[in-house]
């Protein structure tokens, strides 16, 4: 059975940091490119990071470059997010997911998306 476990989000103020963490499990981790999105309500998931299967490459919407760093390690099956400088326009639901193949690309997939987890609540107060 194939899991995707985020954590690692809460109630922080504006100027603040979090890390994200997906843990994956039921699939060869190293065999697939893994991405974040987010989903504001009411709207549809939005793009955030991708890194291919090894992390040779990444990926960033406009609105994150600079504040956050995606990345991860395969002896762990687990991808991270790093996300500095954290502002109200962050908050949303952030999603970890799979992708089919091992490369990563700078946009939403959702024919190439494989699994999801299950999300994890990011609140940024000014």
């Known amino acids: 059975q194939v899991q995707l476990v985020e954590s690692g989000g809460g109630l922080v103020q504006a100027g603040d940091s979090l890390r994200l963490s997906c843990t994956v499990s039921?699939?060869?981790?190293?065999?697939?490119?893994m991405d974040w999105v987010r989903r504001f309500p009411g709207k549809e998931h939005e793009f955030v990071s991708s890194?291919?299967?090894?992390?040779?490459?990444?990926y960033y919407a406009d609105s994150v470059k600079g504040r956050f760093t995606i990345s991860r390690d395969n002896s762990k099956n687990t991808v991270f997010l790093q996300m500095n400088g954290l502002e109200p326009e962050d908050t949303a639901t952030y999603y970890c997911?799979?992708?089919?193949?091992?490369?990563?690309?700078?946009?939403?997939?959702?024919?190439?998306?494989?699994?999801w987890g299950q999300g994890t609540q990011v609140t940024v107060s000014s």
């Open positions: 890194i291919n299967w090894e992390g040779g490459t990444k």
């Open positions: 997911v799979s992708r089919r193949r091992r490369y990563s690309g700078n946009y939403v997939s959702p024919s190439d998306y494989a699994f």
């Open positions: 039921g699939l060869t981790f190293s065999d697939h490119a």
